[in-house]
């Protein structure tokens, strides 16, 4: 599993719905690891169903998750989460922990605590905790990254992980009062939160800082509207990787019934889901290779966001582009060969933009089957690109950089 993209169901299936029924739709989606809430008693079954159908489970044992109670991480609470461990461990199912949720600075020496022993009883697996998002409360820190630094000095955390849902549909006012912002979308009554891309640029630098995985959500609840659900889902999906995600978590699978019914059947969103997984699977390898060197927009008028104009190397191989809202993380792979993800930044509308590469020598990857295809440029090695709504293209090139 650790050399495949992991798409994770947050969460479900749970308690009575999960199922072997249930299990294989999951897996019919795409999904490779499901984020579950079980009982102690259901872990053996659980992990035996989850084997079956081809997906690795996340555990969140009921009385082991850490709540918002200092001190709950007891000689009690070790010895439930050891008996959890020794029952799970070994598991080729198995893929990790749920530790905490969105956790308030008075639980971090408790999940320091866990962090500690736990990790003495099983160093192969991943124990997760899922962080606040910019613009949610600090909950005890004193700002933002002291709030990250301080889970960090006591717990060194598997991942960088934490949820902000970028679109939200919004009232006639408030439409007409932002009306030519760039963050509002008035053909769809819609904005996007406007601290999103900050959102996913400070958790890409944790991410580089610690060397740790970042993994991003997708918001897949009741406030998609159908006609544009598609569209919402792959912006997220495609931004998420722009920006050097290595995990994708869709919020929620089970909950509201837009992936699951209560039955386990597929729900509204699951051919959705489905449909964009299938693409981040053919992907995903890439993207497992790849180390990220910078995120730009054009144009850069959200908070936290850099122009393209930055992403240059001298006039003969300046970088640029023309029309449409894009988004572009750069990358580099093992061969040092750099790569572009453009990504169209309107979760509802097609996009055009005329990009310049900076080389005459690029290559497309295909969404079908991974083959990488050289394309035809135009003069000032530009290529005029067409998006679909919040569609990403990755491209691969080399260029010759000065060394003074």
Request: glycine share 6%.
């Amino acid at each position: 599993m650790k050399s495949e993209f992991p798409i994770m169901t947050w969460y479900g299936p749970n308690l009575e719905r999960y199922h072997r029924k249930s299990m294989g739709y999951v897996a019919e989606a795409g999904f490779n690891v499901a984020y579950c809430i079980l009982r102690r008693n259901q872990l053996t079954e659980a992990l035996a169903i989850a084997h079956d159908v081809g997906v690795k489970l996340l555990v969140g044992v009921e009385d082991t998750t850490i709540w918002r109670t200092p001190g709950c991480v007891n000689d009690a609470w070790l010895e439930r989460m050891r008996d959890t461990i020794q029952k799970v461990r070994n598991h080729p199912a198995f893929y990790g922990y749920m530790i905490a949720d969105e956790p308030v600075r008075m639980m971090f020496d408790d999940i320091g605590r866990a962090y500690k022993v736990c990790r003495e009883l099983d160093p192969d697996h991943m124990f997760y905790v899922n962080h606040w998002a910019v613009g949610q409360t600090y909950q005890g820190a004193r700002s933002y990254e002291d709030m990250w630094e301080s889970l960090y000095a006591v717990a060194q955390i598997d991942l960088v992980s934490a949820d902000q849902y970028p679109v939200k549909a919004i009232p006639e006012e408030e439409m007409r009062a932002h009306a030519g912002e760039a963050n509002y979308f008035p053909r769809h009554k819609a904005k996007l939160h406007p601290h999103y891309f900050e959102m996913l640029d400070l958790q890409r630098q944790y991410a580089r800082q610690w060397q740790k995985p970042m993994w991003a959500f997708t918001y897949a609840k009741g406030e998609l509207l159908p006609e544009t659900a598609e569209g919402e889902m792959r912006f997220q999906l495609m931004t998420a990787l722009a920006y050097g995600a290595v995990g994708l978590q869709y919020f929620a699978y089970e909950h509201q019934n837009m992936l699951m019914e209560d039955d386990g059947t597929p729900a509204r969103y699951w051919p959705v889901a489905q449909k964009l997984n299938r693409l981040v699977h053919t992907w995903g390898p890439i993207f497992l290779g790849l180390r990220s060197i910078g995120v730009y927009h054009h144009p850069a008028n959200f908070p936290y966001t850099r122009p393209l104009d930055q992403f240059l190397l001298g006039a003969q191989t300046d970088m640029f582009s023309r029309g449409d809202a894009i988004v572009v993380g750069h990358f580099c792979d093992a061969a040092q060969r750099e790569l572009v993800f453009i990504v169209n930044r309107n979760p509802f509308e097609p996009a055009v933009a005329t990009y310049s590469f900076g080389t005459n020598a690029v290559e497309e990857c295909s969404p079908i089957d991974a083959k990488w295809n050289t394309i035809d440029l135009l003069a000032g090695n530009k290529r005029e690109l067409y998006f679909q709504p919040g569609e990403g293209r990755l491209y691969r090139f080399t260029r010759k950089i000065a060394s003074s």
